[in-house]
């Protein structure tokens, strides 16, 4: 064996040890989880992870290690933590107690999460969806055919169109449960909650603001629009008590024009800088080689916008009727960027980033601690 093989032996080992310290960490944590569920204490705990992580930089330190690799590790566990305790509270509350859900539509990858998650409560989840079915679930061909008084709660996840068309279908079938939908847009399926409302059908609108990817929704948001019902409002929100969700409610009129922005312009952003790149031709490719920070960073976000379902972004962005708005602001704020740069108008460039830094720096500091 090598001098190198010698060594590089020696440090799996250490790798090994470490990962049966990080294991019996999480073993801990769990159990801390439990504790906190019996004496009625959430989830997360700021103060706590603060002393977490000052306290491992301190001793980083200590030992002449990198304080800000000792507070990165440790975000990371912590994160790892708190998806573990989550999903565990959600499991051992069981707020579902069995009750039944009508998911149409859960075919989708939205969809699928929803009914894990669901799942994940202990609600007796049904899937309805023409698409196609999911494993380790009730699938029903057709929802029109099932008797729909007999859901507690009856969600749409289907694409924004097909979503309004079941909203009216359901609104002429009255069912006595709540009725939701998760749209990224609301105004394409106004209709369909306008007609729940009139039939007096139990209804609200929920958006969660994450992708099916997600796990731990700590640091995540979910909007709820109020329909006038507060007792489908307060079903919808309690879906997610037991979660650590920040919980927003938005008139329907508010919705669209806020996910313009929040939505419709970051992914615009992104899309564009990736078309933008691929038009580059080969040479995009070499770009890697000469990476900076704030590309690698920007090709990350952009890639992971690239990897989203097309369908559903063209959706975000054509049937929402403020995007046209936001993309003109996008439009005249790089046309403008390529003035100012063309004429050599310092001035004007510089004035354009204080703007920028002036309303971005005006924001609080994300207190979830997830940004490192
Ligand atoms: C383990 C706990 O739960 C969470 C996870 C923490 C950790 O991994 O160190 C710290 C604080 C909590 O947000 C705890 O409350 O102690």
Not at 123 to 137: E, H, K, L, M, R
């Amino acid at each position: 064996m090598t001098k190198l093989d010698e060594l590089r032996e020696q440090l799996n080992e250490i790798d090994e040890q470490f990962l049966r310290l990080v294991q019996k960490r999480q073993a801990l944590v769990e159990e801390i989880g439990q504790v906190k569920q019996k004496m009625g204490r959430g989830t997360r705990d700021f103060g706590r992870e603060k002393v977490v992580i000052e306290r491992a930089r301190g001793l980083a330190d200590d030992l002449g290690l990198d304080p800000d690799l000792a507070a990165a590790l440790f975000r990371q566990l912590i994160q790892a933590s708190l998806t573990v305790q989550e999903r565990d509270r959600l499991e051992q509350r069981g707020t579902g107690g069995g009750r039944p859900v009508l998911l149409i539509g859960g075919a989708g990858r939205m969809g699928k999460w929803f009914a894990d998650f669901l799942d994940a409560q202990g609600y007796n989840v049904t899937i309805a969806d023409p698409a196609g079915s999911v494993d380790g679930f009730e699938n029903v061909d057709d929802w029109q055919a099932l008797d729909l008084d007999d859901f507690y709660m009856i969600v749409v996840a289907a694409p924004i169109r097909a979503t309004n068309r079941v909203l009216l279908e359901l609104a002429e079938r009255a069912p006595s449960g709540v009725v939701l939908d998760i749209s990224s847009v609301k105004e394409p399926v106004r209709p369909g909650l306008e007609a729940l409302v009139a039939a007096g059908v139990s209804t609200t609108s929920v958006h969660p603001m994450f992708g099916p990817s997600t796990e731990l929704l700590s640091g995540s948001h979910v909007i709820f629009i109020d329909l006038g019902d507060r007792q489908a409002l307060d079903a919808a929100r309690a879906l997610f008590d037991d979660t650590m969700a920040a919980k927003a409610e938005m008139k329907l009129e508010q919705h669209d024009r806020a996910m313009a922005f929040v939505l419709g312009l970051s992914h615009a952003l992104n899309i564009a800088f990736g078309d933008a790149l691929a038009q580059s031709g080969p040479r995009a490719e070499r770009l890697d080689e000469v990476s900076s920070t704030t590309f690698a960073r920007q090709v990350g976000v952009a890639g992971e916008v690239a990897r989203e379902n097309p369908y559903l972004y063209f959706e975000i962005q054509a049937f929402n009727p403020y995007s046209d708005e936001t993309l003109a602001a996008l439009a005249d704020s790089v046309a403008h960027l390529r003035e100012t740069v063309a004429n050599g108008d310092e001035e004007a460039f510089v004035e354009m980033m204080e703007r920028g830094r002036e309303f971005l720096t005006a924001r609080p500091e994300a207190s979830d601690g997830n940004s490192g």
